[in-house]
Every structure is written in C-alpha cells, then in structure tokens.
T-cell receptor, first 113, second 113 residues
C-alpha cells in the first residue's frame, strides 16, 4: 500500500520567513495530494491540494509543488505568521477501487514572533 | 449543514468495556472513514466505507468493528477496550472519493484505564 513520509517532524521559523515542508510517497499510482492543517485541539482541515496533472498550485501565501518523477511534494508558506503555527499533514490517494487516503505523520510548525 | 458530527467528545473506559463512537454526516457523502491520531504517528486509518452496506479494513483495524446501514451514519465499535486504544479518534467523509476534500468531525478523545 501507499506510504507517505514527512520530514522533519518539527520546524521552527521566524515570523515573516518562509517555511517549506516536504513529503514523499511510494505508490506511483497516487494522483491526489492534499495538505491538512490541524490547530491545537481542533480537527484537521484542508488548506490546499494538487493533482498529478499539475506541477504547482498557489493560494495566497501557500503553494504546493509536485515532482512525480521523484515522488515528492512540498508545501510552501511565505510570510509566515503566528497563526500558521499548527500541525501540517500531507496525504496521498488515487482514483479507483481500493483507494484510501493515506496520511503522513505530520509536522509541527512553530512560528516565532 | 452541521457537517460531520462525532459523539462523545470525551470518554473514559475501563479495560474490557465496550462502547460505540458515533459519527454522522449530513452532506450526503458516500465515503466515510475512521482514523486514530497518536503522538508521532499521524492519522492512521482504522476502517472505511465507500457506501451504505460496504465497509473495509484500513491500516489498524484490530479491536474495532464498523457498520454502514445508512449513508449518514458510520459508528465505530470498540469490542473490548484496551489501554493501547487510548487515542483521539476522527471520523471523516468525502463527497466523491478519496481524491476529494475530506471533512473531519471534531474528534473523540478516548482514555482506557
């Protein structure tokens, strides 16, 4: 089955700096790659996603890039703010029977004021 | 729309007790799933369903049962609680497959003593 890995497990940045969080996946059939943000004590919520027919997608301060050859995708957050502090999960799935949504272990981002 | 609703929010069980975690969604989503979240382990899939009457096992199904008699409800049953099942449980639903946005419930924090 699919294996999604995130490294490192924690990341600390200064407010205003950029943050990059990377994930790798194992199943070449995967074609959908979402990112979820979980604030402390809250439920995970989708912040951005990308499909395999696209190399990059942006939404204001966040962007996601996908490298299908290397099987990795990254979340980019620019001009970080304290409210960006949270756990970020990447995930992967594919279209079709027996598909599941597989999550990475999450990375805790801390933005220092 | 209430979205995905989980009950209870908190529960303490004694080892060997059984209980059912409730999950209901009012978005007419076909796909529903249960995850457990443990520190450093991310979101691990327990069971999932692609429609009423259809369920399947995820990554960590042992000790849990599910059923899907209606589109709206997807309860998770702990047959004989063990301390290893102490975790935060999230129910999620997707509209048209795992390659679409997953909506999470608010979570159930379960402690088994």
């Amino acid at each position: 089955g699919e294996n999604v890995e995130q490294h490192p497990s924690t990341l600390s940045v200064q407010e205003g700096d950029s943050a990059v969080i990377k994930c790798t996946y194992s199943d070449s059939a995967s074609n959908y790659f979402p990112w979820y943000k979980q604030e402390l004590g809250k439920r995970p919520q989708l912040i951005i996603d990308i499909r395999s027919n696209v190399g990059e997608k942006k939404d204001q301060r966040i962007a996601v890039t996908l490298n299908k050859t290397a099987k990795h995708f990254s979340l980019h957050i620019t001009e970080t703010q304290p409210e960006d502090s949270a756990v970020y999960f990447c995930a992967a799935s594919y279209t079709g029977a027996n598909s599941k949504l597989t999550f990475g272990k999450g990375i805790t981002l801390s933005v220092r004021p | 729309n209430a979205g995905v609703t989980q009950t209870p929010k908190f529960q303490v069980l004694k080892t060997g007790q059984s209980m059912t975690l409730q999950c209901a969604q009012d978005m007419n989503h076909e796909y529903m799933s249960w995850y457990r979240q443990d520190p450093g382990m991310g979101l691990r899939l327990i069971h999932y369903s692609v429609g009423a009457g259809i369920t399947d096992q995820g990554e960590v199904p042992n000790g849990y049962n599910v059923s899907r008699s209606t589109t709206e409800d997807f309860p998770l049953r702990l047959l004989s609680a063990a301390p290893s099942q102490t975790s935060v449980y999230f129910c999620a639903s997707c509209r048209g497959g795992w390659n679409t946005e997953a909506f999470f419930g608010q979570g159930t924090r379960l402690t088994v003593v």
